[in-house]
């Protein structure tokens, strides 16, 4: 399983509920899908789901499933593997939300500081008088920018 599935799952099921304007789950189709079995085994997850933690999980529900649905490919499993990912890493209670938002908030913290540790040991020589400033040190310089925006932004369907 990638790990990067599994950040997304939880980060997406860690949001508060959506705005009412948000696409129904069942008219949302992936042109990437590739995988068969998605509509019945996410189908089923959502009445599984709600009938457990109840209709007030009903958007998270569908917009975690939508989500992790999106990203899932053949080699990530077949529908037993779907079914037990979700079941297990859906955050349905308060107390759940709040440990997961609590844990990802820290990682998050660290994450951005690494980030800004590394940027700033990318720069050094482009921003600090430590002799000439090279063309490859501007690049360098340059090249955290890309690399800071590249690790903060999720696709547009996470916004």
């Known amino acids: 399983m990638r790990p990067f599935l599994t950040f997304v799952l939880c980060a997406s099921l860690c949001c508060a509920p959506g705005v009412s304007g948000e696409?129904?789950?069942l008219t949302l189709t992936n042109d990437?899908?590739?995988v068969p079995w998605m509509k019945s085994a996410t189908d089923k997850l959502k009445q599984e789901l709600i009938a457990k933690y109840g209709d007030g999980q009903n958007a998270r529900v569908e917009r975690g499933l939508r989500q992790v649905s999106e990203f899932w490919r053949p080699e990530d499993g077949d529908a037993a593997v779907f079914e037990e990912f979700v079941l297990s890493n859906f955050a349905g209670d308060q107390t759940s939300l709040d440990t997961m938002f609590t844990r990802y908030q820290r990682l998050m913290e660290q994450l951005n500081g690494h980030m800004q540790e590394i940027s700033r040991?990318?720069?050094?020589?482009?921003?600090l008088d430590a002799g000439p400033v090279l063309s490859f040190d501007e690049i360098f310089a340059l090249r955290t920018l890309w690399m800071i925006s590249s690790t903060t932004n999720l696709p547009s369907s996470y916004s």
């Open 121 to 127: 040991e990318f720069r050094q020589q482009a921003e």
């Open 32 to 34: 990437n899908q590739t």
């Open 23 to 25: 696409t129904d789950m």
